[in-house]
């Protein structure tokens, strides 16, 4: 049986060998002139070639002004027979969420302020018109209570109720962009 030591370090040559490799080993602050001429070839290579920002025609790629909105507990709240409760004290009501997407499908025609409460807000776009966003992303509470927990024939309707109203569509009860629920 080989004993614990010799095992782990490969015996008394493979001690050896690896402080003859560890001790003749190169100084890090001594680069050769080889490894330097190598690491400089790489640098200017580095450099002459075109960069990321350039697409393969050799153009820079213009920067993209893309909006997004995003908006979270939308809270649909129909059951197969009317509200959950609290619903209508909560104003979480079919009425509201048509009022939320003709806000919604009305963006595009706004401007971005130049101030809130008079305070500048900084904006780069400032009282430029909004134009027609790339899509709408949901977040958090897309229902008020599930609305799909039991199987029942009148479950679901809240994520139904949902899908009516944030789903792109056309008409003044559909969302006219892309919706992505997050």
């Known amino acids: 049986m080989v004993p614990r030591a010799k095992r782990l370090h490969g015996g008394r040559a493979g001690s050896r060998m690896f402080n003859r490799v560890t001790m003749n080993r190169s100084s890090p602050a001594i680069v050769s002139r080889r490894t330097f001429i190598a690491r400089m070839g790489g640098l200017v290579a580095t450099c002459a070639l075109p960069r990321a920002a350039f697409g393969q ?3 820079r790629i213009q920067p993209i002004d893309a909006t997004f909105l995003f908006i979270a507990d939308i809270h649909a709240c129909r059951m197969a ?4 409760p609290n619903c209508r004290q909560e104003g ?3 009425a509201a969420l048509l009022r939320n997407v003709a806000a919604l499908n009305a963006i595009a025609d706004k401007r971005w302020p130049a101030e809130i409460n008079g305070v500048s807000t900084g904006l780069h776009s400032a009282g430029t018109r909004i134009g027609t966003p790339l899509g709408l992303v949901t977040g958090g509470d897309i229902t ?5 927990q039991v199987t029942e024939p009148s479950e679901g309707t809240q994520l139904l109720q949902f899908s009516q109203r944030y789903q792109e569509g056309v008409g003044p009860d559909r969302v006219h962009i892309p919706v992505y629920v997050g």
């Open 57 to 59: 025609t050799g153009k």
């Open 81 to 84: 027979s009317g509200l959950s």
């Open 92 to 94: 979480k009501t079919d």
């Open 144 to 148: 008020d209570d599930g609305g799909g």
